[in-house]
């Protein structure tokens, strides 16, 4: 199992669903979300989030299985969410509207805004393309990450500012078009060969 660990796929998956999560981009909806509902339990939502997306790598191809959808299918239908997310962050538009949340906590911040359908369907693309060990690696470092961005998002916006985290927010967004053309490409190949 250890032999199997690589910094290179963790650093590359970690990158990708950090892109995914967005978490920074996130932070104008997460203070929004303490003004409308009051306080948020950061650690209760950086936990749920992490179960769902664990258990999503493991459970998602027995899922698909079940319904008779392929992997590699799964991860085109993928790619075209990773390309619209790309595109919400890139040009500032929003394609998803949700319901104003009475509580916060679990929904909508763990699911969907953290572990939402742009996370669940790269974690099984990325599992097509990388080993699980590497993939659980790079979600617990994602989610320490998301705990302390929501611990501290209003000291990160005073530091950052709007424009800053628009500039943020866009260069992820390039970052995860081009994730998505990658994956589009390589798993379009497999499933006409």
Avoid: C
Wanted: glycine fraction near 8%; hydrophobic fraction near 60%.
């Amino acid at each position: 199992m250890f032999n199997l660990f690589d910094f290179r796929e963790v650093f590359t998956v970690g990158m990708i669903l950090f892109a995914v999560i967005d978490i920074i981009g996130s932070i104008p909806i997460v203070l929004d979300l303490r003004k409308k509902v009051g306080h948020i339990q950061s650690e209760k939502a950086s936990i749920v989030a992490g179960l769902l997306m664990i258990a999503f790598l493991f459970l998602g191809k027995e899922i698909l299985n079940l319904i008779g959808i392929d992997v590699n299918s799964f991860a085109v239908a993928g790619s075209f969410i990773l390309f619209f997310l790309a595109l919400e962050m890139i040009l500032g538009i929003s394609l998803y509207k949700d319901d104003a949340p009475e509580s916060a906590s679990i929904v909508p911040l763990a699911f969907p805004l953290i572990a939402g359908a742009g996370t669940m369907t790269s974690l099984l693309s990325l599992r097509a393309e990388y080993e699980t060990i590497n993939i659980i690696v790079a979600i617990i470092i994602n989610i320490i990450f998301v705990y302390i961005v929501l611990k501290s998002s209003g000291k990160i916006e005073r530091v950052l500012g709007s424009q800053g985290i628009n500039v943020i927010r866009k260069i992820f967004g390039v970052i995860l078009l081009a994730i998505a053309v990658k994956l589009f490409a390589a798993n379009i190949q497999s499933l006409f060969s």
